[in-house]
């Protein structure tokens, strides 16, 4: 679901700048998240990720710009207003003497006053505790817990307000792949059952590519790509790889169009190929590409095609 000029848009942001002294941090920044819409925010260290979501979250006042967030300026957001929004940090490490049961029910008695017939408020906590994969550590001390149980706990913290946008902070960090598969299908799970928005910032390609619509991709504070990675593929690189061995010599070809190439490949040279290889551009090509054009000073802004499907 792409987010559009209606009131399902949860997030809008237009024209943000943010300056520390002399050193500006972002550089009118234009993002929409939808209702239901998981959205990544990518980009090297220092582009600004951190800042958008602090400024997002509530926690840190912009310099200039419009921003609203589930209809309010952050700057002006209530406690009802926070009510609505889940936050999922990198860590957490101040709860481990308390039971997961417990802890949920104490947190979730904040969110009481803020709930209502169309979305009743705190989440009840053994339907969470399933919805996260914890049904059966109810009783459990959580300095006992797994590193994967104990990021789904995490999740657990920022969902039992049932909230209508839910922030993700490099979620997966210290996972090891089986765990990593797990959480993956819990968030891919989220927006379906709660029509849940969420807006996670990683460093894990992959990561974003499976569970986002859209990706946003931030460098030097400045948007410089927003869309679907198929679109992001297709929009900024129209090439395959192509790979092979030819009399025991390794070739890496970049090519438009590999059917035809490869085919004239056999023609020419039959049986000498070998090792073939296609390999299609993917999210991490796209990337690397566009946050060399920006450090490069080749490109400052996305490109017309993906802007008009951010839109």
Request: negative net charge; without cysteine.
């Amino acid at each position: 679901m792409d987010a559009g000029d209606n009131d399902e848009s949860v997030i809008r942001t237009h024209g943000l700048r943010m300056r520390y002294g002399p050193l500006d941090v972002l550089h009118d920044v234009n993002l929409r998240v939808g209702r239901g819409e998981v959205v990544a925010l990518l980009g090297p260290n220092g582009a600004g990720k951190t800042t958008t979501i602090e400024i997002l979250e509530g926690f840190r006042r912009r310099s200039a710009g419009e921003v609203r967030v589930l209809g309010v300026d952050p700057d002006d957001g209530d406690e009802a207003w926070r009510a609505r929004l889940g936050i999922v940090l990198q860590s957490w490490r101040d709860h481990g003497r308390w039971r997961v049961g417990e802890l949920l029910d104490h947190l979730g008695r904040y969110y009481l006053p803020y709930g209502g017939p169309a979305r009743p408020r705190p989440h009840d906590i053994p339907t969470l505790l399933g919805q996260v994969g914890l049904a059966d550590r109810d009783g459990a001390v959580i300095a006992t817990l797994s590193g994967g149980q104990r990021r789904r706990l995490d999740v657990a913290i920022g969902l039992v307000g049932r909230p209508d946008l839910l922030f993700l902070d490099e979620p997966t960090v210290g996972f090891d792949p089986q765990a990593r598969r797990e959480f993956h299908d819990l968030v891919k799970s989220l927006p379906s059952t709660d029509d849940t928005a969420i807006l996670l910032t990683t460093h894990d390609l992959d990561e974003a590519e499976r569970l986002a619509d859209r990706i946003v991709i931030l460098a030097g504070g400045r948007i410089i790509a927003d869309g679907s990675p198929a679109v992001l593929a297709a929009q900024l690189s129209r090439t395959s790889e192509v790979r092979y061995t030819r009399r025991g010599e390794r070739h890496v070809e970049q090519v438009e169009d590999a059917t035809n190439h490869v085919r004239g490949l056999f023609a020419a040279h039959g049986e000498e190929i070998g090792d073939l290889e296609v390999r299609r551009v993917g999210l991490e090509d796209v990337y690397m590409t566009l946050v060399r054009e920006f450090e490069s000073g080749r490109r400052t802004e996305a490109p017309r095609e993906l802007a008009e499907v951010a839109r």
